[in-house]
């Protein structure tokens, strides 16, 4: 699956622009003059330690949070200084997955896949209903827990019932903040193979962070490793392991990565 | 839509994205080619326009659909299209093989689920639920009360470990930051009050009696309940709200699972804050409502700040103060476990948080003024100065 789609989206404008990116916390600097791009349909996983940075960076793409300095550009259009209007429009167009799930806790599930839909104001119930039931089907997530209470719910199946409401509008770009942590192994297979089929049928971007490394190796298309306060490298799997920096060898060639990228698991000793 | 209905209109080229249409080609047999972009962005304006075209169109039986000249699909255009061929797929349908995997799903019908339609029992099972809510609470009340109870006992004991920093931050936050507040209330009502019974007593010319008036309506009655009613709203909802959040965040949970009773750590050190600043904001909002009521006195009847003062002590026997002050207590107390009872209640949702924090600020005000018409009752024949 990490296949280079260098060839057809090399000629594309990127979907995300990172340019000279500061961010300080008092005088604590996380990030230091960080420079990214993501094309589009690609996947891209931002990996990194505890701390590094990643879901500061994913809510400033967001445009949760002002960067100290740099501009973050989505869709070609900046986060900042942009009229609101243009901001909310650019919103539309992506699906957020939040590390918590944060559902709404006062809305049953199916209420909490629909809010998206009913804000457009165009369809009307009987449509909505159908295209719900679609979405649980997506994510796994029999129909008999439609009329839920989020606080009733497993996390893995709060994820996944906020990956449905992420994709209910059909994202070109979706954020995944952690994806996988706290689904079984099955269901992170098929959390794999949803997103590749998406990608496939809808030409899906996705940024993710993720310390699973089998979902990393399954999906990435290339991966951005955040360390030292910038992007200690970014490109395919392949290219990274070649970097010689503790965090990249302890993550990718350790043990538990060796298990992942040989794509067998080896039995625990 | 002129075109819609008109015949051959060719398919757009594939280099520029159009907006979703519906073509008729005249039969036999009759067909219908949809182009454009049937996907979110393009169908978020037209739905309802398209949806009436799909469903003219899919009435006619038999006919042909095309849908290879549609340049962009997502699950949303497919589901509209499904939707107007009544969920089946027509016979004859022609269209783009990477569009097939959207009509793939679609004809597993799974079980339908159905909202949970409306109950005609739900009235009387809500009146229902109320009363024997009601009971609940008491229950629950006298349970925490109970607990407590138990872990001051054991609290006595070491009580080196009691939770000495939560009730000196409790008693700052109830007490010292609500200052401001209980005077600036105390004093309006002191003058309001001074007001209209001068109005009345001038016309008895019985202009003394306003020191009785004040002095024993204040001091004995509406100090502390208006005192107590303030505190509920500001600090009994803030407790609610607290122990409501730390429920959601599963604070409480963590609490339990590390051997801390939270009746210890959290309901404890609020119910002595609360029942050792509530009499002393009595005594201040008594204190800035007399002065008040003496100064407009003063306006209106032209009774002497000075000669207030004087009259005070004989019109007001002094057991009146101590009732206000035990007052204070019991209904610091009763506002205090009140509010920590609705807070540990809370489910772990929104609508609860608010749900709960409106509740207990009613229940602790209600039980403030059921509390105080026990005490008139007990009370009914200690303090009133007979003339
Ligand atoms: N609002 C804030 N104020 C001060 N410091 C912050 C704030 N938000 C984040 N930080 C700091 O920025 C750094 C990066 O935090 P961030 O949450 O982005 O890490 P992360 O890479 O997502 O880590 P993890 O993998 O553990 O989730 C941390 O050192 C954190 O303490
Ligand atoms: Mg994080």
């Known amino acids: ?269 | 839509m002129s075109q819609t209905h008109t015949a051959s209109t060719p398919a757009p080229t594939a280099a520029q994205v159009d907006d979703p249409a519906v073509h008729a080609l005249p039969g036999p047999p009759l067909a219908f080619t949809l182009t454009g972009a049937w996907d979110i962005r393009a169908l978020q304006h037209r739905a309802r326009l398209l949806r009436a075209e799909l469903k003219i169109a899919a009435s006619t039986s038999g006919c042909h659909w095309d849908l290879s000249s549609v340049q962009r699909l997502d699950h949303i255009g497919a589901l509209l299209i499904w939707h107007a061929w009544d969920r089946r797929r027509p016979a004859n349908v022609r269209m783009r093989p990477e569009h097939e995997p959207f009509f793939a799903n679609l004809d597993q019908p799974g079980e339908a689920v159905a909202a949970p339609a409306f109950d005609f029992t739900r009235p009387a099972r809500a009146l229902g639920r109320q009363v024997i809510g009601f009971f609940d609470h008491t229950v629950g009340i006298i349970t925490l009360l109970g607990q407590m109870a138990i872990d001051t006992l054991r609290m006595l004991r070491h009580p080196t470990l009691g939770p000495w920093r939560e009730v000196s931050a409790g008693i700052y936050r109830t007490g010292t930051q609500a200052l401001a507040i209980t005077a600036g209330v105390g004093f309006l009502i002191g003058v309001v009050l001074s007001y209209l019974s001068s109005e009345q007593l001038k016309a008895f010319g019985a202009n003394v009696f306003i020191i009785n008036i004040l002095g024993i309506g204040l001091i004995r009655e509406l100090g502390p309940v208006l005192c107590a009613v303030l505190v509920a709203g500001r600090s009994g909802s803030a407790i609610t709200a607290q122990l409501g959040v730390m429920r959601v965040t599963e604070e409480l949970d963590a609490l339990s699972v590390m051997g801390i009773p939270y009746t210890v750590r959290l309901v404890l050190p609020r119910v002595i804050a609360l029942s050792i600043t509530l009499p002393l904001l009595i005594l201040w909002t008594t204190t800035v409502a007399l002065i008040g009521g003496a100064l407009a006195a003063e306006h209106e009847l032209g009774i002497t700040v000075s000669q207030f003062l004087t009259g005070l002590p004989a019109a007001v026997p002094a057991v009146n103060l101590a009732i206000g002050v035990g007052k204070g207590v019991v209904f610091g107390a009763l506002i205090a476990v009140v509010a920590c009872h609705f807070g540990l209640r809370i489910q772990p949702n929104t609508e609860s948080l608010g749900a709960g924090t409106t509740s207990s600020v009613v229940a602790s005000i209600t039980s403030v003024i059921i509390a105080d018409a026990a005490f008139a009752i007990l009370f009914h024949d200690v303090g009133i100065a007979l003339m």
């Open chain 1, 1 to 269: 699956m990490t296949t280079s789609t260098t060839s057809e989206t090399a000629a594309r404008p990127p979907i995300i622009e990172v340019d000279g990116l500061w961010t300080q916390f008092g005088d604590h600097v996380v990030h230091r003059d960080l420079n990214l791009r993501v094309q589009p349909g690609e996947v891209m996983s931002l990996v990194g330690g505890s701390g590094s940075g990643k879901t500061t960076l994913l809510r400033q793409m967001l445009g949760l949070e002002k960067p100290t300095r740099g501009g973050i550009k989505v869709f070609g259009i900046p986060l900042q200084n942009t009229p609101r209007e243009m901001v909310r429009r650019i919103r539309r167009r992506w699906g957020v997955l939040f590390q918590e799930g944060a559902l709404y806790s006062a809305l049953t599930v199916f209420d909490n896949i629909a809010l998206p839909l009913r804000e457009l104001r165009v369809f009307d119930e009987d449509y909505i209903h159908d295209m719900v039931m679609l979405k649980l089907d997506m994510v796994d997530i029999e129909r008999r827990h439609a009329w839920k209470n989020p606080s009733d719910l497993s996390g893995g199946m709060v994820k996944r019932i906020a990956l449905a409401r992420a994709l209910v509008l059909e994202p070109e770009l979706i954020f995944l903040d952690e994806p996988t942590a706290g689904l079984d192994p099955d269901r992170s297979e098929s959390f794999v193979n949803l997103i590749r089929s998406l990608r496939e049928k809808l030409g899906l971007t996705v940024v993710m962070v993720s310390h699973d490394l089998d979902t990393i190796v399954a999906l990435s298309h290339r991966i951005a490793v955040l360390a030292e306060q910038r992007v200690l490298v970014y490109g395919p799997l392949a290219e990274v392991i070649k970097v010689d920096h503790p965090f990249v060898q302890n993550f990718f060639l350790g043990e538990r990565g060796q298990r992942a990228m040989s794509g067998v698991a080896a039995p625990p000793t």
